[in-house]
Nanobody, 114 residues
């Protein structure tokens, strides 16, 4: 199983970035992809997830969009970025019935300058 996150970088506040997560080797039961983030000195937090319908953290609702592309990558389109969005972003996968995400990518750094 491999989850490869990419697309992070440095952007000014108000700008946009698109993160992409390429998954391979996932079990057939996995049907939920999620994005999480961890800022320095803080705990990892949920950002968005996608199975039948998307779900978002309140802090990103209306600015971020999670979607799957034709290549079956799970993308996170991030618009109107804020300095508080600065974090390492991780993609993860699980089956819908699982309580925890079983599979994690390596993380990609997003830095938003003010």
């Amino acid at each position: 199983v491999q989850l490869q996150a990419s697309g992070g970088g440095l952007v000014q506040a108000g700008g946009s970035l698109r993160l992409s997560c390429a998954a391979s080797g996932l079990p057939f039961s996995v049907d939920t992809m999620g994005w999480f983030r961890q800022a320095p000195g803080k705990e990892r937090e949920f950002v968005a997830r996608l199975n039948e319908t998307p779900r978002y953290a309140d802090s990103v609702k209306g600015r971020f969009t999670i979607f799957r592309d034709n290549a079956k990558n799970t993308n996170l389109q991030m618009n109107r970025l804020k300095p508080e969005d600065t974090a390492v972003y991780y993609c993860a996968a699980k089956s819908r019935s699982a309580l925890r995400y079983d599979y994690w990518g390596q993380g990609t750094q997003v830095t938003v300058s003010s």
